[in-house]
């Protein structure tokens, strides 16, 4: 199977939780696609970001994705002003996204050595992490 209607390079890619069929795909055109895989088809395109998609995360029916601008949005994928919430922290690019187990918490990696925990319903920032020094090995 091919999904040829998908030009951009493909930069993230993450299967929906709730809905087994739809796989979400993030790439260099700065969109956010959903696809069913199951119908070979393209479900939606959601734009906002002004450059490409680098990481995605779901909490349910919350699509979070990570951007090389360092910018953080929130997707609800049932409405159409499917654009919900923005987080900004990262300097970088934002190369991984992650949701605790309960949802409450999301935490963001980038390329800038910080890792985010952010309290969901709050929309804030609850912990930043920076890098350390790696230890020296003997």
Known sequence: MELTEHSS?????RWSPIVPEIVAIGDYSNKVCLWNIE?????????GHTDRVSSLAWNEYILSSGSRSGQIFH???RVSDHHVATLVGHDLEVCGLAYSKDGKYLASGANDNKVMVW???RRLLFILLLNTPQLSRR
């Open 119 to 121: 309290q969901i319903e």
């Open 9 to 13: 390079q493909v930069a993230s890619v």
């Open 75 to 77: 997707h609800d994928v």
């Open 39 to 47: 119908k070979q088809s393209l479900v939606r395109v959601m734009s």
